[in-house]
């Protein structure tokens, strides 16, 4: 009909077979990067799952061989009937610690965290933090410092005891992987008069450079056994990059085996 004619002529665009091929090609590339989104999520889910199920098993497995000999006739035995109520409390306030950062990263990742953004000086924050893991550093002789020339106040506008939180993860891991009597320095740069930029730098154990674009993954760990006998949950870093990315700001690290370890964050500077 004439309408169809009309139709055909002025209203759908007339292609070649050099641009439907053009376009078939696009549509299939971006089909492919879909499917390599989907593989790649599939195989962290399942990574996640695993990670997550040994982190639970090993304390829980733990708790249970203790108390299963307890009932065994080892209550009885006072040369190790409290070593063993002593060694399961530790496994459950470490199942209680993984629990409650795991419920933390879950209100991160859906949005449900609420940045409560004030001003405040970082340089305080920082010297509130050193004395809280004061005791902590003192058993390993690690000394605490601000980088010299970075002592003048900076006020920076973000959520301040998130940023604590922030803290107390990188100058806590700073300390685990610290080397006895070492140094933790923390670095503050004024960037672009809008951004603060806040450095903690070890001189520990550091790692190789294979490592450094997956530690802020959940439960990602350099050495499984030795991180393991150290401490923590494996959530901490993540924890702390969504802390950040809440705040519209970037963590960076950068790291060498036997030298050390700094990671960096960036902060909105404070207003006047």
Known sequence: SKREEFFQKN???????????????KWASQKKEELE???RNEEFRKEFLLNLSHELKTPIFAVQ?????LLDGALEDPNVNKLFLKNATKNIDRLCRLIDDLDEISKLESGEMTVNAEVFVIQDLIKDVFDTLSLKANTKGIKFSIKKGCEAPQPVYADKEKIRQ?????????????????????????MDGKRVLIEISDDGIGMAEEHL?????????????????????????????HIVEAHDQSITVRSKPE????????????RE
């Open 11 to 25: 209203i759908l665009p007339l292609k070649t077979i050099e641009e439907v091929s053009e376009d078939v090609e």
């Open 37 to 39: 989104n989907l593989r």
């Open 65 to 69: 061989g203790y108390i299963h000999t």
């Open 166 to 190: 922030v803290l107390i993860n990188l100058v806590d891991n700073s300390i685990k992987y610290g080397k006895p009597d070492g140094h933790t320095i923390a670095s503050i740069y004024s």
């Open 213 to 241: 674009p997956r530690v802020f993954e959940r439960f990602y760990r350099t050495d499984r056994a030795r991180s393991r006998d150290i401490g923590g949950t494996g959530l901490g870093l993540a924890i702390v990059k």
């Open 259 to 270: 030298i050390g370890s700094t990671f960096g964050f960036t902060m909105e500077s404070g």
